[in-house]
């Protein structure tokens, strides 16, 4: 059974970091494209990054330079090292794993998130 | 980047009955098109990919079509679980990938 669970939330002072951390369970990260969508509270969802084949990483705009995506195949997880961190990416952050061919992808299997709270 | 647009914002249905959800795209996505379900403290779940593909589990009262720029999720004879907020995204042309705003499937 796929299982994808979230950890590392919690509250932040802007300009602070947080790693969050993605264990997968019933198939191997390194084997797959992964990505981490966000949900700020009462919104819809943004995609933030993803890390692909040969760790080619991708990042939206607004996150860019202060994200890190990346993956431990010893422990079988997902990271996203966030640094530089702003009230407006407080957010539900999920991580998701990527189905399809190449570039065509869509997420089929989601985790229940973690919660990023960025305030002084 | 494509805009993703979803109407209406918020639906209205009765068990039982049918609702049919749009989606349009800034410009054309081909088919690259994916629906989510999502429900209160709950992470989506993907429903259709491919614009029309049933993902694995969903059942057959869900269905997608369209192309290019227009596309539609109906949902046949509304079960009580049905009643959640729905996302299109588009992964043909990344990045960014891009989500639409939701639609609200309330009870009438």
């Known amino acids: 059974e796929v299982q994808l669970v979230e950890s590392g939330g919690g509250l932040v002072q802007p300009g602070g970091s947080l790693r969050l951390s993605c264990a997968a369970s019933?198939?191997?990260?390194?084997?797959?494209?992964m990505s981490w969508v966000r949900q700020a509270p009462g919104k819809g969802l943004e995609w933030v990054s993803s890390i692909y084949s040969g760790d080619s990483t991708y990042y939206a705009d607004s996150v860019k330079g202060r994200f890190t995506i990346s993956r431990d195949t010893s422990k079988n997880t997902l990271y996203l090292q966030m640094n530089s961190l702003r009230a407006e990416d407080t957010a539900m952050y999920f991580c998701a794993r990527d189905d399809g061919i190449g570039t065509i992808v869509w997420f089929d299997y989601w985790g229940q998130g973690t919660l990023v709270t960025v305030s002084s | 980047e494509i805009v993703m647009t979803q109407s209406p914002a918020t639906l209205s249905v009765s068990p039982g009955e049918r609702a049919t959800l749009s989606c349009r795209a800034s410009?054309?996505?081909?088919?690259?098109l994916a629906w989510y379900q999502q429900k209160p403290g709950q992470a989506p779940r993907l429903l259709i990919y491919g614009a029309s593909s049933r993902a694995t589990g969903i059942p057959a009262r869900f269905s997608g079509s369209g192309s290019g720029t227009e596309f539609t999720l109906t949902i046949g004879s509304l079960q009580s679980e049905d009643f959640a907020v729905y996302y299109c995204?588009?992964?043909?042309?990344?990045?960014?990938?891009?989500f639409g705003q939701g639609t609200k499937l309330e009870i009438k």
């Open positions: 995204q588009q992964y043909n042309s990344w990045p960014p990938m891009t």
């Open positions: 410009q054309s996505v081909s088919r690259n």
């Open positions: 019933g198939f191997t990260v390194s084997g797959n494209h």
